[in-house]
Nanobody, 125 residues
Framework: QVHVVESGGGLVQAGGSLRLSCAAS????????VGWFRQASGKEREFVVS???????EYYADSVKGRFTISRDNANTVYVQMDNLQPEDTAVYYC???????????????????WGQGTQVTVSS
């Protein structure tokens, strides 16, 4: 019903910036949320940030708050501007979409049904 494709990963030095994109398509309504998760090698998938279609309400993980900024354009593309990147940000970043996700469930990967393939972000020191 909903399709998401992410892009924009790459290799940067610590302190640098990247901008990730998530192109969303399909039957998207005001009840949907697009979230970003990341998974470092050997680690569990971790919530990063989310945005709701209704009102563009944002929710950030403490680890990225103040450094990452999520936004959405009028073509249903979600962006994550990642500034002051650090080596601990190195991971595969995934875009995901889900519907009827209450606030306290936004960080749970299993509440998102549609997932992209992931894009690698590598931050060197």
């Amino acid at each position: 019903q909903v399709h998401v494709v992410e892009s924009g990963g790459g290799l940067v030095q610590a302190g640098g910036s990247l901008r990730l994109s998530c192109a969303a398509s399909g039957r998207i309504d005001e009840y949907y949320t697009v979230g970003w998760f990341r998974q470092a090698s050997g680690k569990e998938r971790e919530f990063v940030v989310s945005i709701r279609w209704a009102g563009d309400n944002e929710y950030y993980a403490d680890s990225v708050k103040g450094r990452f900024t999520i936004s959405r354009d009028n073509a249903n593309t979600v962006y994550v501007q990642m500034d002051n990147l650090q080596p601990e940000d190195t991971a595969v970043y995934y875009c995901a979409a889900g519907t009827w996700i209450v606030d306290h469930d936004l960080i749970l990967p299993n509440r998102y049904y549609y997932w992209g393939q992931g894009t690698q972000v590598t931050v060197s020191s």
